[in-house]
């Protein structure tokens, strides 16, 4: 258990960790092609966060990143990520434990089942406005996940320093 | 998981569902982004102009050691197209010539476009998503433009529409976006057609010109521009070519893949349609 303060130093660290990856998406991965798609860190950091901190403080992480995706990344509709994060987050949190305890193995299955997710939405919206296009999206959710899988070992050792960083005693 | 849900879910969910809901009203009311979403846009501009301005740094490096042959060949190639364009264009002149005295002869007014007031402007980002197709230019409100715009490049070819705008940037969905869709024209012949983008094919970098009339008949290499009918984008703007025809699913009816003339990973500057006007 942490006190008051440490709980927010903890937050603040997790906030500027979120922020060193916002850069690395924007300055390089971006302009990466990976099986030709570009790495997409976002689900990613909300599922690898919630597997450190568990269902509730995942889920709100991931709920407030989730309302930054939709203000400055366009998305099929305008609460996309809103809805998908927080549902990522939450399974994140969960699966973490209950199935497989934190670590990296976990850090990558969070973030396939994040990904799983995220695609399907795109796909189900792609189809409810008319233009389903499901061979389409399965290749690039797949591809996407398949890109970003790459990075999630950079995602996973920033969160886990902050973990150990904030949770000494535990 | 029912613990979860009975200490905090209920709350969790609850403001999940706010804040969607206020996102999504916010979107619908505002002919302009909502005030988070310019505030948002505003924020991360420079961060933006920075990824940019550093990607193209890099670029320029890799572009001076390319191969000076491939650059000869291209050349020459070039110098080819511009001498048959030449051409084209003294027949043209001569076509248009003969246009003017017959209209003389019939008395016909001339029907124009003027593409009015054009707010040149910088790319800051590039797609940032998987699933959309998209750039973020740095011009906004302030300098009057508004969502449908269109925006060109320098040679006239269309690269999409405003789709999102705030005081200081604007996001633009290309062609080849699913979300995009608009009144199309085959040069050639004539026949309207509505050009929209395809899940399936704008990964390849294609769009597809659907709701064409029976007997169309399309060869590869045949330019589609804009329509303008309804008046919401200005005509003649260039979209791309008939890359090939294909039937749909049902088999009944055919439609066209376009490879779109602009090229959008390449664009850095690119001009927005702020205002049109139809002469007749």
Redesign the interface.
């Known amino acids: 258990m942490i006190g008051r303060s440490e709980f927010y130093i903890k937050w603040l660290l997790y906030g500027a960790a979120t922020f060193l990856m916002l850069?690395l998406q924007?300055?390089l991965l971006?302009?990466l092609r990976v099986f030709?798609?570009?790495p997409?860190l976002y689900p990613a950091l909300a599922a690898v966060l919630s597997m450190y901190e568990g269902?509730?403080g995942g889920?709100?992480y991931s709920?407030v990143l989730g309302?930054?995706c939709?203000?400055?990344?366009?998305?099929?509709?305008?609460?996309f990520y809103?809805?998908v994060f927080?549902a990522a987050g939450?399974c994140a949190g969960?699966l973490s434990k209950s199935w497989l305890p934190a670590g990296l193995p976990c850090a990558l299955a969070v973030s396939v089942v994040a990904f799983a997710l995220t695609g399907s939405f795109?796909a189900l919206l792609?189809a409810v406005?008319g233009?389903a296009?499901w061979?389409?999206?399965a290749?690039?959710a797949l591809?996407?996940t398949g890109a970003t899988l790459l990075f999630v070992p950079v995602v996973f050792l920033l969160f886990r320093k902050v973990y150990r960083k904030c949770h000494i005693d535990d | 998981?029912k613990n979860?849900l009975k200490?905090?879910g209920l709350w969790?969910l609850f403001?999940?569902a706010v804040?969607?809901?206020a996102?999504?009203v916010?979107?619908?009311f505002s002919t302009t982004s909502s005030p988070?979403?310019n505030?948002?846009?505003i924020v991360?501009s420079p961060?933006?102009a920075?990824?940019t301005a550093?990607?193209n740094w890099f670029n320029e490096k890799q572009d001076y050691f390319a191969d000076v042959q491939a650059l000869r060949e291209e050349n020459q190639a070039l110098k080819n197209q511009i001498a048959s364009m030449e051409e084209d264009l003294r027949q043209a002149k001569s076509d248009s010539e003969e246009n003017q005295r017959f209209r003389k002869l019939m008395n016909l007014r001339e029907k124009k476009r003027d593409l009015g007031d054009l707010e040149p402007a910088h790319i800051l980002?590039?797609?940032?998503?998987?699933?959309?197709s998209?750039l973020t230019l740095n011009q906004g409100t302030e300098h009057d433009v508004e969502i449908n715009d269109c925006v060109i490049t320098e040679e006239g070819y269309l690269v999409g529409v405003v789709?999102?705008v705030g005081l200081n940037w604007c996001?633009v969905?290309t062609l080849i976006d699913?979300?995009t869709s608009l009144g199309a024209q085959v040069f050639r012949t004539e026949d309207i057609g509505l050009a929209e983008g395809?899940?399936?094919l704008?990964?390849q970098g294609l769009l597809k010109l659907s709701h064409l009339p029976a007997g169309t008949e399309l060869l590869g290499g045949d330019l589609v521009v804009t329509s303008g009918l309804g008046g919401y984008y200005p005509s003649g703007l260039v979209i791309g070519s008939v890359k090939e025809v294909r039937l749909d699913d049902s088999g009944a009816t055919q439609y066209a893949v376009l490879e779109p003339s602009a090229r959008f990973d390449e664009l850095v500057e690119v001009f927005v349609v702020k205002s049109f006007e139809i002469v007749s």
């Open positions: 850069l924007g300055f971006q302009y030709g798609v570009m997409f269902a509730f889920t709100v709920l309302v930054l939709d203000l400055t990344l366009p998305g099929p509709i305008p609460c809103t809805l927080p939450l969960l795109h792609l406005s233009k296009a061979a389409a999206a290749s690039t591809r996407e | 998981m979860f200490q905090h969790v403001a999940v804040i969607a809901v996102l999504a916010m979107s619908l988070l979403m505030l948002a846009g991360t961060f933006r920075a990824y550093v990607a980002e590039h797609s940032s998503t998987n699933w959309t998209s789709s999102a996001t969905l699913t979300d395809d899940f399936s704008m990964g």
